[in-house]
């Protein structure tokens, strides 16, 4: 017997994995810019110090863990409300 959605029930331990590489990838990379700095990086035309960027590291790596991290709980949550109501 084959587990219904068995995709999207991967999919949500996908995401979560993700959000966790992404902050973990962003963070170190945050970090080796803003305290190793160097020569400034072009930026949309615009040349941005490298410890700017370091910190946007920072923010990217935020928006990014909480927004793999929303769309797993979406998709549990929609497991969740399909199972409670095939249920009854």
């Known amino acids: 017997m084959t587990q219904p959605y068995k995709f999207v029930r991967v999919s949500v331990k996908v ?3 993700l959000a966790w590489v ?3 990838l962003q963070v170190i990379t945050g970090g080796i810019l803003l305290i190793g700095g160097g020569d400034p990086i072009l930026v949309g035309g ?3 110090p490298a410890r700017v960027v370091g910190l946007l590291n920072f923010v990217a ?3 990014y863990f909480f927004s ?3 769309a ?3 998709l ?3 497991l969740d409300l399909r ?3 095939g249920a009854e």
């Open 22 to 24: 992404a902050v973990a």
């Open 68 to 70: 793999l991290w929303l």
């Open 61 to 63: 790596a935020a928006v």
């Open 76 to 78: 549990q949550l929609l």
């Open 83 to 85: 199972d409670h109501r």
């Open 15 to 17: 995401f979560k994995v």
């Open 72 to 74: 797993a709980s979406v």
């Open 46 to 48: 615009i040349d941005v």
